[in-house]
């Protein structure tokens, strides 16, 4: 990528360098719901294993990591533009961001996380219930013992139940 591109005008420079890096509105509304609901989560979390990169809201217990997106920094399909003014520089930017969300995504998979991406126009409610039904998910998973049998079947016992078998793929993870 060049180097730094050279200003379009003063103003803009100056809104550019005051727009939020963290703590922005969707994400704010969706942490205030996530708390409301009763779920404890960290903030800015250090990605493992990969500097300078943190997730918006972790929940390291049982390891899911939420991004709220913002649409111009993260090419958003509908809302996502490059500004007409430096626009090779910037069209190389944006393209180097969504390397870099790819990149940590599966960083994150690979260190055994479950990765949820929601645009910044997404609504705080489905945050939410998108993101309990996950935490459900990975809870149910960490609570129940399962004994892998072999790839496609899983066994576990309850309490004085006989051991039943899943098919792995009915568990969402």
């Known amino acids: ?3 730094e591109p050279v200003p379009s005008s003063v103003e803009v420079s100056a809104r550019m360098s005051r727009l939020p890096r ?3 509105g969707p994400e704010l509304a969706a942490r205030r719901l996530l708390h409301a609901a009763g779920y404890r989560y960290r903030v800015c979390f250090p990605v493992p294993g990969a500097p300078r990169r943190s997730i918006d809201v972790a929940f ?11 649409c111009f920094w993260h090419g958003c399909p509908e809302h ?20 870099r969300d790819r990149a940590t995504n599966e960083q994150l998979l690979a260190d055994g996380w479950t990765v ?15 993101t309990i039904a996950v935490l ?3 809870e149910m998973l960490a609570t129940a013992p399962i004994i892998c049998l072999d790839e496609d ?9 006989a051991p039943r078998t899943i098919d792995s793929h009915q568990l969402m993870l």
């Open 136 to 138: 459900r998910s990975r």
């Open 1 to 3: 990528m060049a180097g």
């Open 116 to 130: 949820l991406r929601f645009w910044e126009h997404t609504g705080a409610e489905e945050v939410l219930s998108r």
């Open 153 to 161: 079947t899983r066994s576990y016992r309850s309490g004085n139940q």
């Open 60 to 70: 390291t217990r049982s390891k899911v990591a939420v991004f709220i997106d913002g």
């Open 22 to 24: 963290r703590d922005t």
């Open 80 to 99: 996502g533009e490059v500004p007409m003014a430096n626009n090779a520089w910037w069209a190389a930017k944006l393209a180097k961001n969504a390397v």
